[in-house]
């Protein structure tokens, strides 16, 4: 099979986990793309190398995992972190106050992707945005499973201490405002 | 240990939840087109990335001409172009000005004029390309730049990138970083990230008189394929450059003229920004944006009172017991029945030898109340003064101004289309006061924090603060608010446990 057939159908079996790798952590259409290209192009560029590897597609994904970061570490640097673009998130208009809390969340969770070690962050976008099982991501990593599933452990435990005093600690004064509005009093009142 | 797994549970779910969320048809569709697309069309996908080569390419030629680094490059032509250098150097100013392609030559798709400008000294280098125009304090690391259409001076850091760092980074995609840091003026970097691969030196006749010319051959980084090779033709007389063809393997070349004026811009201001054009301080910006770092818990105790602002502590709303150990806290409240007893006996006046109940009689007598079971929450005197104001989508639409309103004189105000934050230089930058709109019913809701105790690990504890509704963001908060809605004022007494 000619090299850039077999490339092609490769990457199409793991377009789905591509597409929401870069979607999930972008949140910007403009920007999964140019992480997606820049991804495709690594795959392109190094696939004498990715052929060879024990798990191409898991290699591929990683790749793709490290392009999506990359784009991210300039998208945070650049410009808001937030995924909340108009007319990029068609949920936006929804659910409001909820959707904008989820979204704080998840700006958190992008923020504190960034605290982790390479391979910690590899494992964890490739556990749970790619759902690839740790098999694949020990063979992406370079290493067994077991150190991939410590890999994973060791970076929800970090995420937890970092995002710690951010997710539990989310707009305390709209939720005292929410609260002042649900007294009696302004019941009464309004 | 329990309690770790159960923590890390919910990062598992939040993770899950996320990770499932469908995406839309539409955006996958258009994503899926993108890993699709034929290679060419992928290296060529966009505008911008043509555009980046541009500023790649002029960007380094032209910072080339100066980096004194440069000449210790240079193997074979080092005293020459040494000579070059110190030439340059001796001008006051270098600037480039691109020029349009020749009939039939090969040209992007749309020419637009830019201009580079060198401070001889090396200590400015500015730009004006089409809307855009930067000039970089390359002494300070400071970049201004300036977007006519968008009618915005921004002020930022110019910062070397870490994305060098990795291996897999493409050539292309560094193109595109290029652009967009070029558009915060990070030209003063690009040569640190450039390896000379070849270098040489001729002499050539043009138009009957003789020019030294030199060629230096870069790659981007060892990943990537394509050479960008930079000709400039030196007068002999003068040794200044005088022409510098820009010759880029994977896109159309670009020629410059050079000349040295005596004068350049010394400011953004000089290269068309209007001196009343907004100015968005990113530098000073995204130091309030910055995560931070909060101080390890307080264990404390607190009661926290909700009142009328116009008779605090002679009538309560509602109270609510908070207790924090070992970063957890939980908050009870009272049952509402008993509230309003001891509410109706301060009415009449009955609360023992005290012509006025203090908050702390309030607190005692709270105490003897019943209280729901505790829910763990964070919202308490605790927290009011960490809220998390989120990071805005573009700098462009926050401003950091000094409108003072009552009560808090002297507090930095972070100011965006939506939302208000007042924070206090003098306490750690904490949050004071915060309105927002409210997209759940289109009130612009105000919390504002009057008073303030530190605890006795360094946090910050509200004592005092209001909260209501406000017509427009920084408006006062009043007893009543839009639609007569009152406000509400919160007492908090709070006891730190001792360790």
């Known amino acids: ?190 | 240990m329990g309690n770790s797994e159960s923590k890390t549970s919910e990062i598992e779910r939040l993770l899950s939840d996320w990770s499932q969320e469908p995406i839309d048809p539409t955006v996958e569709r258009q994503l899926g087109d993108v890993i699709s697309a034929p290679l060419p069309s992928r290296v060529r996908a966009t505008g911008t990335r043509r555009a980046a080569r541009f500023w790649f390419s002029a960007t380094a030629a032209a910072m080339i001409l100066l980096a004194v680094g440069v000449i210790w490059l240079l193997p074979r032509p080092q005293s020459a172009w040494a000579q070059v250098v110190s030439a340059v150097k001796a001008r006051p100013w270098m600037r480039l000005t691109l020029q349009k392609p020749s009939e039939g030559e090969p040209a992007a798709k749309e020419f637009s004029e830019a201009v580079l400008w060198f401070r001889g000294d090396g200590t400015v280098a500015a730009s004006q390309w089409a809307n855009l125009s930067a000039w970089l304090d390359l002494v300070e690391n400071e970049a201004w730049t300036f977007d006519s259409k968008r009618g915005v001076v921004r002020r930022g850091r110019n910062e070397p990138g870490n994305d060098s760092q990795y291996e897999d980074m493409l050539c292309l995609r560094m193109l595109s970083v290029l652009l967009r840091r070029f558009e915060i003026g990070d030209a003063g970097n690009v040569p640190a990230r450039l390896t000379l691969v070849e270098t040489q030196e001729d002499e050539v006749v043009l138009d009957g008189q003789r020019w030294s010319q030199f060629s230096f051959a870069f790659k981007m980084d060892s990943s990537c394929p394509d050479r960008l090779t930079l000709v400039l033709q030196v007068d002999p007389k003068t040794r200044c450059p005088v022409r510098m063809d820009v010759l880029d393997e994977g896109g159309p070349p670009m020629h410059f003229t050079i000349d040295y004026p005596e004068n350049g811009p010394d400011d953004i201001y000089a290269l068309g920004a209007p001196a009343s054009t907004a100015i968005v301080d990113t530098l000073d910006l995204e130091r309030y944006f910055e995560p931070r770092d909060l101080p390890e818990p307080t264990d404390f105790q607190a009661t926290v009172l909700l009142c009328l602002p116009s008779k605090p502590l002679a009538w309560i709303i509602d109270a609510t017991r908070y207790r924090s150990e070992g970063g957890t806290t939980n908050a009870a409240y009272a049952d509402a029945d008993q509230v309003y007893q001891l509410a109706n006996r301060v009415y009449y006046e009955d609360y023992g030898p005290n012509k006025t109940p203090a908050a702390s009689w309030w607190a005692d007598e709270v105490a003897k109340l019943d209280f729901e079971p505790p829910n763990e929450t964070t919202n308490g005197p605790h927290r009011m003064c960490y809220c998390s104001y989120g990071r805005p989508e573009d700098y462009d639409s926050v401003t950091v101004a000094d409108d003072s309103i009552e009560g808090l004189e002297g507090m930095i105000l972070l100011r965006g289309p939506e939302m208000c934050v007042w924070l206090d230089p003098q306490r750690d930058m904490i949050v004071r006061r915060m309105d927002s709109l409210s997209h759940e019913d289109g009130a612009i809701h105000a919390t504002q924090v009057d008073e303030v105790e530190r605890g006795p690990n360094g946090n910050w504890f509200a004592i005092q603060w209001r909260g209501g509704r406000v017509e427009e963001l920084g408006d006062p908060l009043k007893e009543h608010g839009p639609g007569d809605v009152a406000s509400t004022l919160s007492i908090a007494v709070v006891k730190f446990v001792e360790e």
């Not at chain 1, 972008?26 to 560029?45: S, W």
């Not at chain 1, 994904?61 to 068609?90: F, H, N």
């Open chain 1, 1 to 190: 099979m000619p090299d850039n057939e077999e490339m092609s159908l490769l990457i199409e079996r793991v377009k789905p986990q591509m597409i929401r790798t870069a979607w999930k952590l972008l949140g910007h259409r403009q920007d999964a793309e140019d992480a997606l290209q820049d991804a495709v192009l690594i795959v392109h560029r190094r696939w004498r190398r990715i052929r060879r590897h024990a798990n191409p597609a898991a290699f591929v994904l990683r790749i793709c995992a490290q392009a999506a970061i990359d784009r991210l570490r300039r998208q945070s640097r650049m410009r808001a972190t937030s995924s909340i673009v108009p007319g990029d998130e068609p949920s936006v208009a929804a659910s409001g106050a909820k959707h904008l809390e989820r979204e704080e969340q998840r700006t958190a969770i992008r923020q504190a992707l960034f605290k982790l070690s390479e391979k910690q962050r590899a494992a964890v976008i490739m556990r749970f945005f790619q759902d690839l099982p740790y098999v694949n991501i020990g063979a992406a990593l370079g290493c067994g499973e077991a150190t991939a599933r410590k890999h994973v452990q060791r970076a929800l435990a970090k995420l937890e201490s970092v995002l710690a005093t951010t997710i539990r600690s989310d707009f305390p004064c709209h939720q005292a405002v929410d609260r002042d509005r649900e007294s009696p009093f302004q019941q009464e009142t309004s």
